[in-house]
């Protein structure tokens, strides 16, 4: 059985970091574009990032370029977000996904994406 788990969530004040943690199990995913996507409440599901399978490329949404970052650990079948300087707008449960369909990060669609996780909550306070 396939499982998408993030971790790292919580509650943080304007200006702070999180980082963001998801462990894929059930299948391996080393070959494939890894996104990050998040919803905020009332919302559509929108792009955060994502990074190609050797993590040589990667792509994000203007409202996060230079203060997300992504990355991934093929050995471990693990991603992350690195999130600084965060702004009450980043408030969203946040969601790890895999495409295994799609062979470029520029896919910002989350019907592109295959595998979800169950997301986790990010609160920014003013």
């Known amino acids: 059985q396939v499982q998408l788990v993030e971790s790292g969530g919580g509650l943080v004040q304007a200006g702070g970091s999180l980082r963001l943690s998801c462990v894929a199990s059930g299948r391996t995913f080393s070959s494939y574009v890894m996104g990050w996507f998040r919803q905020a409440p009332g919302k559509e599901r929108e792009f955060v990032a994502a990074?190609?399978?050797?993590?040589?490329?990667?792509y994000y949404a203007a409202t996060v370029k230079a203060r997300f970052t992504i990355s991934r650990d093929n050995a471990k079948n693990t991603a992350s977000l690195q999130m600084n300087s965060l702004k009450p707008e980043d408030t969203a449960v946040y969601y790890c996904?895999?495409?295994?369909?799609?062979?470029?990060?520029?896919?910002?669609?989350?019907?592109?994406?295959?595998?979800w996780g169950q997301g986790t909550q990010v609160t920014v306070s003013s």
């Open positions: 996904a895999y495409g295994t369909k799609i062979t470029t990060v520029t896919m910002p669609q989350p019907d592109r994406y295959d595998y």
């Open positions: 990074i190609n399978w050797s993590g040589s490329s990667t």
